[in-house]
């Protein structure tokens, strides 16, 4: 069974570009979750979604960071502009039911902003 | 807010050795969940576990839900190099809420 899929797997960008970040959840899940992983300050829960609508995205940092779920198949994290202290792991994970239920997650993308 | 709080941060040990690691909070979970994230990899879920006093097992490892509802612990036995990585423990804040996750105990193996 595919798990959560996200792209790319490594990004490596000037300050000042636009980041994309994509995810695809696994399918039937209905509860999509970003994550950001930093060694000073572990795994932070940016946003999440239930059924395509944004339910809580008071952890997105600034208004730089803004997250899209255009259908149940699909998500994004985008970053414009970013900046050094953005670099970090970026996770995308689903679940099923309810928001509480436990979460499978991607590999990651491991951003570098230069 | 609710936080859990990880011990021990940090842990090398010899391959063959048991490893115990716990997870409290100051706030009441119903439900603890255990993650292991390999390098380079993401968090996978280990065992989860949704009663007090429950203790659960997945092969070398065992975990147990603690009596006061505020702590969980999990255990390894006869460590091998492939047990390397971060152990993080979770759950959820409340009803239907995201869960919040520890920030790992990082284990190494020495072969």
């Known amino acids: 069974d595919a798990g959560v899929i996200q792209s790319p797997r490594h990004e490596v960008t000037e300050m000042g570009q636009e980041v994309t970040l994509r995810c695809k959840p696994i399918?039937?899940?209905?509860?999509l979750f970003w994550y950001r992983q930093t060694m000073m300050r572990g795994l932070e829960l940016l946003i999440y979604f239930n059924n395509n609508v944004p339910i809580d995205d008071s952890g997105m940092p600034e208004d730089r960071f803004s997250a899209k779920m255009p259908n149940a198949s699909f998500s994004t994290l985008k970053i414009q502009p970013s900046e050094p202290r953005d670099s970090a792991v970026y996770f995308c994970a689903s679940s099923l039911g309810r928001g509480d239920q436990p979460q499978h997650f991607g590999d990651g993308t491991r951003l570098s902003i230069l | 807010g609710q936080q859990l709080n990880q011990s021990p941060q940090s842990m090398f040990i010899q391959e063959g050795e048991d490893v115990s690691m716990n997870c409290t909070s100051s706030?009441?979970?119903?439900?603890w969940l255990w993650y292991k994230q390999d390098p380079g990899e993401g968090p996978v879920l280990l065992i989860a576990?949704?009663?007090?006093?429950e203790l659960t097992s997945n092969g070398r490892l065992t975990a147990q839900f603690g009596t006061t509802r505020k702590d969980s612990f999990l255990n390894i036995s006869a460590s091998i190099p492939s047990d390397v990585g971060i152990y993080f423990c979770?759950?959820?804040?409340?009803?239907?809420?995201?869960?919040?996750f520890g920030k790992g105990t990082r284990l190494s193996v020495i072969a």
């Open positions: 576990l949704y009663k007090a006093g």
């Open positions: 979770a759950g959820p804040r409340a009803g239907n809420t995201p869960l919040v």
């Open positions: 706030s009441i979970f119903n439900t």
């Open positions: 399918s039937g899940h209905d509860y």
